[in-house]
């Protein structure tokens, strides 16, 4: 698998459906088998820390990147940990450190950094893979809100395919392997 | 009107319904007759330009910021213009200049500052309010998918009512004006 390192944004909260955490654990495993490295925020609930957690305990590598305050709240890790100074930074070293993108289900923190994350791939500053695993149909509504942005000429026919979803794991995988950033983006 | 500056953002493709137009010159009309400085992302094509074209014309104070690579691309201008060096600095500089932010409609970029701003609100950053001017539905999308993260458990409640739309101008100021941050947001 060409794909070495992943960043998985994911909520925190912890009362969701078994489903979600059952998708983070599977996940985990996954990534860990495929010998794929976890780049995350560093959380240690609800899906955030599911998904850290399986990886670690099947054995696969984990970085946990964390601004001092939310940090200084917990306290506990999985893995490796970088503590940084805030949440700017944050963002920068998970991009950085990462050659692809998955977002989990989340709240308006994973919605914002998925959409930073597809708004630079559009401005060209990166082509990797934006992956959405999409458990309960979590993003649909995300995907008709793009494919609406689409009809209403906001964003491009092309750009839509910045985004990708998929239904299970297995899926997930396949489409960051096999993932082509869409012709047409700035610059191009 | 107790908000003095308003942060807007929205899209700047130009092939766009006529009632995005229609509806971008009426805010920047009214803008200026309530005394509301407008800053924006600087550019003159699409709703953006059609905003500041209107809120200046009408008399209204108009201040873009834009990044230097998108300056030198277009090299045009409405009102005052603060160069930055990169959109890190043009969104701190946006943010810290105004007391309240709209959303016209707009693609993956304005999605993203929508959610950026809801995001700093949800960590308590600031209590700002957080319009959307839902011109032909086009947020409802947006509606939707917060209303399942909502049931799902990954957004409180009352967090729901972080960001606001409104379907016509008047409306839309009058929510600038009576916006109350929900309480129950990070650390409250
Ligand atoms: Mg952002």
């Avoid at 991009?95 to 998925?114: C, H, M, Q, R, V």
């Avoid at 906001?154 to 899926?171: D, H, L, R, S, Y």
Wanted: hydrophobic letters at 40%.
């Amino acid at each position: 698998m060409s794909v070495k390192t992943v960043c998985v944004f994911c909520g925190s909260t912890p009362n969701v459906h078994q489903d979600y955490f059952d998708h983070a654990i599977e996940l985990g495993k996954a990534l860990a088998a495929n010998e794929i490295h976890l780049v995350y925020g560093g959380g240690v609930k609800g899906l955030m820390g599911a998904l850290a957690q399986a990886t670690y305990e099947a054995g696969g590598r984990v970085t946990g990147i964390i601004p001092e305050t939310l940090y200084r709240i917990s306290q506990q890790s999985v893995g490796e940990l970088v503590i940084v100074k805030d949440m700017h930074s944050r963002k920068a070293l998970m991009n950085e450190k990462s050659d692809a993108f998955i977002a989990l289900p989340g709240g308006f923190g994973t919605l914002e950094e998925l959409l930073e994350v597809t708004t630079w791939s559009q401005l060209n500053i990166h082509t990797k893979p934006i992956v959405c695993l999409n458990t309960r149909g979590y993003w649909n509504g995300l995907l008709d809100l793009v494919r609406n942005c689409v009809q209403e000429g906001f964003i491009t026919q092309k750009n839509e395919g910045i985004i990708v979803a998929a239904e299970t794991v297995p899926a997930l995988l396949q489409a960051l392997e096999k993932y082509e950033p869409p012709e047409g983006r700035y610059g191009k």
